[in-house]
């Protein structure tokens, strides 16, 4: 892996961070390594308060110091609940039906984001770098410009990116492309993010594309680049190779099917049930009785779209648990509470198919832990939608379209019935990527392309 080549201290904004123990694994443990490796800085959100200021407050120091910005409960309800998880969210999960709009929310959105660019340059160095942490601060780069900032800004957004019809429901539509500009690279998880991205600023009429794929905007010089995500795919690996074997008091001999996904709209769960329903409707041998293990931990219970998801949900398992259950059998299994990532790994290890089926996503990595999961004399079967960001590069899943819930029901039975030779083929090629492209590479390869960037004379940078 190339090492690192950036100068000054690396400073991280992100609406979550560490407060405690810092978890074995995901996003927050990546950025956690590379600031213990550089050394640097990383800000989060406080919990709401009554007042707030541009102050930041130390929470923590070590390898790299921690602070909080603050919040108050308005701006809590505004900038996270509101235009962040009511607006941006279902806009870039291409959902702007589902949309909350209101000019307070927008506003309370754009004070956090300027009081967090005011509070950061307050502290900037001149070799520093920024990098900026998904939707929740669309508009900090830009703040940082207007207050004459020039160091290296990056943003990476870990969820899809809208396409050029879904951003004509933003109101805001005609600022999304300085924003974006305001930065030296952003970063996106997929290919077809960029592509949609390269659509969006082609709307723009301040907008260039170079002959070298990067762009400029009111003499800034930017690039938009695909970064896939990845997993700490060696640690997983060994947490789940030495979890125990989980109780689940089911037929040893019966099939296990297991989907770990937030509660939320985008994941696809109404249509995963129907479509486990249709499999056990028609599926070839009447006597196999799979059981499907949904964990899907409750969030965001004060946006409404959520409580609408969480009904639906609900009676989707009943209906089909109704139709399909026997006195020694219950055919869907759904927990609605968070479960330890170490018992997680080890039901990745017992099951014999994974089904990853957002209608869209940035990545999903729980597709990349299933694969890390396996024990590769006798791996499970990823069934995977082509709306994860994960399919790109993850062609050897058995991928599938959810709305089709025929096909899907169809891949199902595969998936339970495939032969021991094809299961390892398949995870073979999947482990590959997932263990080459793991967490440490996605950290370097977006920070030495960031560091690469030469600052130009009029405060653009050459990617």
């Known amino acids: 892996m190339t090492s690192d080549t950036r100068k000054g201290r690396l400073i991280v904004l992100s609406n979550r961070l560490p407060k405690g123990d810092v978890p074995a694994g995901g996003l927050i443990f990546a950025l956690h390594e590379a600031l213990s490796g550089a050394g640097g800085i990383w800000i989060g959100s406080a919990d709401p308060t009554e007042t707030a200021d541009d102050t930041l407050t130390p929470i923590g120091s070590g390898a790299y110091d921690r602070f909080t910005f603050s919040l108050t409960e308005a701006e809590h309800a505004g900038f996270y609940l509101g235009y962040s998880n009511a607006v941006l969210w279902p806009l870039f999960h291409?959902?702007?039906?589902?949309?909350?709009i209101t000019g307070d929310d927008f506003d309370a959105y754009a004070a956090v984001n300027a009081r967090v660019a005011r509070a950061l340059a307050a502290m900037l160095r001149p070799d520093d770098t920024i990098w900026i942490h998904d939707y929740h601060f669309l508009m900090v780069a830009s703040e940082l410009r207007k207050l004459g900032v020039g160091n290296r800004i990056g943003l990476f957004l870990h969820i899809p990116f809208p396409n050029v019809t879904d951003v004509l429901a933003l109101p805001q539509a005609n600022l999304l492309a300085g924003w974006l500009a305001a930065h030296d690279l952003v970063g996106l998880q997929a290919q077809r993010d960029v592509s949609a991205a390269f659509d969006v600023l082609r709307q723009d009429g301040e907008v260039?594309?170079?002959?070298?794929?990067?762009?400029?905007?009111a003499g800034r010089i930017f690039a938009i680049r695909s970064f896939p995500i990845g997993i700490d795919a060696e640690g997983f690996a060994k947490t789940a190779a030495a979890a125990p074997t989980p109780e689940l008091l089911l037929d040893p001999r019966a099939p296990l099917l297991i989907g770990v996904d937030r509660l939320d709209y985008s994941k696809g769960l109404v249509h995963r049930f129907e479509a486990f329903g249709e499999y056990l409707a028609r599926r070839s041998d009447p006597h196999m009785r799979p059981t499907f293990l949904q964990i899907a931990p409750v969030s965001?219970?004060?946006?409404?779209?959520?409580?609408?998801?969480?009904?639906?949900?609900?009676?989707?398992?009943g209906s089909i648990n109704g139709a399909h259950a026997d006195l020694d059998w219950t055919p869907i299994r759904y927990v609605r509470h968070h479960v330890d990532r170490d018992r997680i790994a080890g039901l990745y290890r017992r099951a014999d198919v994974a089904l990853v089926t957002p209608l869209a996503d940035g990545m999903n990595l729980v597709a990349k832990e299933?694969?890390?999961a396996q024990d590769v004399t006798d791996p499970g079967v990823l069934v995977l939608s082509h709306f994860a960001g994960?399919?790109?590069?993850?062609?050897?899943?058995?991928?599938?379209?959810?709305?089709?819930?025929?096909s899907f029901?169809?891949?199902?039975?595969?998936a339970l019935t495939m032969s021991l030779e094809e299961r390892i083929e398949r995870n073979d090629a999947l482990r590959k990527g997932v263990f080459e492209q793991d967490i440490a590479w996605w950290t370097q390869t977006f920070l030495n392309r960031l560091s690469s960037a030469s600052i130009s004379y009029d405060g653009g940078a050459e990617v």
């Open 94 to 100: 291409h959902r702007s039906d589902l949309m909350e």
């Open 208 to 217: 260039q594309i170079l002959n070298d794929g990067t762009w400029i905007r």
């Open 300 to 317: 965001r219970e004060n946006v409404a779209a959520y409580q609408d998801i969480r009904e639906e949900l609900e009676r989707a398992s």
């Open 370 to 372: 299933f694969v890390a």
């Open 390 to 406: 994960a399919a790109e590069q993850m062609e050897a899943a058995l991928q599938i379209n959810p709305f089709d819930q025929g």
């Open 409 to 414: 029901a169809e891949a199902i039975d595969r």
